[in-house]
């Protein structure tokens, strides 16, 4: 395993569009650990996307502090809600915004094994998918921000 530099603001592979992952092997597999110890070394992160370390994949890390979920290929199917958050971004570090995310979604993804599993989630775990599958979209929280605030 490997800590990945974390791309910031003004890097283009941000705004760009993550692929599909056609299989789970182990190049996969490294890069799930490789983000995951990545996040874990980074003050104040909640997740990480692949874009986010460079690698134009749909893949996903976030850990709330109940363990890593690990998504591959996450998908939005259901939201319910709305709400104003607050969020800030390791891309971004030190710009927090208020925003309007989902009070809850259901996102559809792959795990680590190749297999399919439906995940709910409400709160900070639903701001959080959200955020991050933006990410795998090349867009960033501040493209959504209707008033910045301090940390």
Do not use: W
């Amino acid at each position: 395993m490997a800590l990945r530099n974390i791309r910031t603001l003004g890097d283009e592979i941000l705004r760009k569009k993550s692929r599909a992952v056609e299989k789970v092997d182990d190049k996969v597999l490294l890069l799930l650990k490789d983000m995951a110890e990545t996040l874990h070394s980074s003050p104040n992160g909640a997740g990480l996307a692949a874009p986010q370390v460079g690698i134009l994949k749909r893949v996903v890390v976030i850990d709330m502090g109940q363990g890593v979920i690990n998504l591959i290929n996450p998908e939005i199917v259901e939201t319910q809600g709305s709400h104003e958050v607050i969020e800030g971004c390791l891309s971004i570090p030190g710009k927090f915004g208020k925003l309007l995310r989902p009070e809850k979604v259901k996102v559809r993804a792959l795990n680590e094994r190749g297999e399919e599993f439906l995940l709910s989630a409400e709160g900070d775990l639903a701001k959080c998918l959200c955020h991050e599958v933006d990410h795998l979209d090349g867009i960033l929280f501040i493209d959504k921000v209707t008033e910045y605030v301090e940390p």
